[in-house]
């Protein structure tokens, strides 16, 4: 490990003010993997191995690919309210209402009917969703509290673009960054 990296890491001392701004990232964190983030339209895809009934009757066989509809489910008014509005911060509304109720429930990571980024049910929720959400809060923090970021004028959202069932953003896209004057915390 890089002797001046080690040093930086061993005294770290994060702002109280660090733990409300991750509070709030959950949310937002939430809001564009299931809404604004390029993703494929259809995941996650799977091989059935063996021939499957459904309780409807619907018959599976083996080896056909199965997937569902994520992006439109992710974008379905009766799954999520208003889903055409630009809203990060609807997931961390939703945890403080009904007195704490919903805490721990519309974090990302957390599975739930209107989030199914990391899976959903007991055996089909990754693992290792924590895990993830921490080293992107981890890897995202500094940067987002140092720098400034915004397109180019007279620039904004670079254009969806599909490829088949897989969608991404337009290559070319450019950001402007610059640190900020006074950082948020770090």
Request: hydrophobic fraction near 35%; glycine fraction near 8%.
């Amino acid at each position: 490990m890089d002797s001046d990296l080690h040093v930086s890491v061993s005294n770290a001392k994060l702002n109280p003010k660090l733990a409300k701004y991750m509070d709030i990232a959950h949310g937002e964190f939430e809001y564009g993997w299931n809404i604004d983030v390029p993703k494929p339209e259809i995941n996650p895809q799977r091989i059935a191995l063996v021939p499957l009934t459904l309780k409807d009757g619907t018959e599976i066989p083996a080896g056909a690919r199965i997937a569902w509809a994520g992006y439109h489910h992710a974008n379905d008014p009766s799954v999520v309210d208003k889903p055409e509005e630009f809203d990060p911060l609807r997931s961390y509304r939703k945890r403080y209402t009904d007195q704490g109720v919903n805490l721990n429930r519309f974090i990302a990571g957390q599975p739930n009917s209107s989030s199914l980024s990391f899976g959903y049910g007991n055996q089909a929720a990754c693992p290792g969703r924590y895990f993830a959400v921490g080293e992107i809060k981890m890897t995202l923090m500094r940067p987002l509290l140092e720098f400034e970021f915004k397109f180019p004028e007279g620039h904004s959202r670079p254009k969806t673009m599909y490829a088949d069932e897989n969608v991404f953003m337009g290559p070319h896209a450019r950001l402007m960054m610059r640190k900020r004057n006074k950082s948020l915390g770090c």
